[in-house]
């Protein structure tokens, strides 16, 4: 049985460093951390909510230094997403934490590229970058470096907005929106993963994003699902990280069906998967097994992800083409286009 084609369309690079990577990167570069051993750093994985898992997220960090290090880490997560099934990963990076560290964007995204670059020969994967502004620092920064990544002809495609959520509204961020826009930038933003279904209306109208990352919130707000139906707007549901930020209880309560029935533009997505328990391949494995979805469900799924994917017409027809094969292999009904 062939694995089912993957898209992966939500994920942080800073999110894929696994405990022994940190801590190797660690004291080759001299940098001291709060935790004694792999084994310790490991008993730090209980989150309670965004803000407990984003401080320990921002803590790890601090061992890339080195050009070297953004491409290992970056490498290491192709790899690894190879082996999960995934065809086509769009990733993100948040570049002002490792700026506002003395880190030059060049160290940044140069290192990043180095393994981008040598993806799809590697490891067959074609791939999307995409610089993540963080919201909680000043919107006046995220133009500026907004500002330097057009001026220098950065090889990025687009851009987002992620970290602390409650009380950093996407209307801050209009006026950067408006220049990555202008510039032909892809836009997509994190919001109503905490945050309440306004942010994600003001997503849309304000900041035109043409995906919305989580979107949970949303399901709160009828005639936003009803827009979001109608006009198709994708969403990218990382279920793992749901769990274990606590933003639903427990995955056998997870509203994915209920998108699925209500016509939304779903998809599967891992977040930061070093931290909450596994890659693409985990989730997809976790909703099968705990809400009882079917392979008809995966399928809509997997295809959701290769049409919400910043990628030509060709690509897309390849991937659908992968699913097609994946489904005949399966025996079941495929899909009537
Ligand atoms: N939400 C918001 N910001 C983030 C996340 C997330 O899940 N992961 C990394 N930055
Ligand atoms: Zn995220």
């Given amino acids: 049985m062939t694995t089912l084609p993957l898209v992966e369309l939500h994920l942080h690079l800073e999110g894929t460093l696994e405990p022994d990577f940190i801590m190797r990167t660690a004291a ?8 004694e051993s792999v084994e310790d750093l490991r008993s730090r994985y209980e989150f309670t909510d965004l803000q407990s898992f984003l401080d320990l997220y921002y803590t790890n960090l601090e061992v890339l230094r ?21 065809r086509h990963a769009e990733v993100s990076v948040d570049v002002q934490v490792h700026t506002a560290r003395g880190i030059p964007v060049e160290v940044v995204l140069g290192g ?10 590697r ?27 057009l001026r220098t002809g950065a090889r990025i495609d687009g851009i987002g907005l992620d970290s602390t959520e409650v009380g950093y509204p996407p209307r801050l961020f209009a006026g950067v929106y408006e220049t990555a826009r202008r510039a032909g930038l892809r836009l997509v933003a994190h919001a109503g ?10 997503a849309l109208d304000l900041l035109h994003v043409e995906r919305v990352d989580h979107g949970n919130r949303s399901l ?10 109608r006009e198709r707007i994708p969403l990218t549901v990382c279920p793992l990280s749901n769990v274990r930020l606590r933003v639903v209880d427990r995955m056998a309560l997870h509203p994915l069906p209920g998108m699925l029935a209500r016509g939304l533009r779903v998809s599967v997505h891992s977040d930061d998967p070093a931290y909450f328990g596994g890659y693409i ?8 097994e705990e809400l009882a979805l079917t392979d008809d469900q995966l399928e809509t799924l997997a295809r959701n992800a290769v049409d919400s994917a910043f990628i030509t017409d060709d690509r897309r027809r390849v991937l659908h083409a992968e699913i097609d094969e994946w489904a005949a292999q399966r025996g079941g009904p495929q899909s009537a286009n």
Avoid at 28 to 35: A, D, F
Avoid at 68 to 85: C, I, P, S, V
Avoid at 112 to 121: F, G, M, N, Q, V
């Fill in 28 to 35: 080759k570069n001299g940098v001291s951390l709060p935790w």
């Fill in 66 to 86: 080195e050009r070297e290090d953004f491409r290992d880490m970056t490498d290491a997560y192709l790899r690894r997403a190879q082996q999960a099934g995934v």
């Fill in 193 to 202: 993963e905490e945050g309440p279904p306004e942010y994600v209306v003001e």
């Fill in 220 to 229: 709160e707000d009828d005639a936003l699902v009803d827009r979001m139906v």
């Fill in 112 to 121: 990043i590229r180095d393994a981008l670059d040598e993806s799809e020969a």
């Fill in 281 to 288: 391949d985990a989730n997809v494995d976790s909703i099968r």
């Fill in 123 to 149: 490891y067959g994967i074609s791939t999307v970058l995409l610089v993540a502004f963080v919201r909680n620092h000043p919107p006046e920064e995220a133009q500026e470096l907004l500002d330097h990544l």
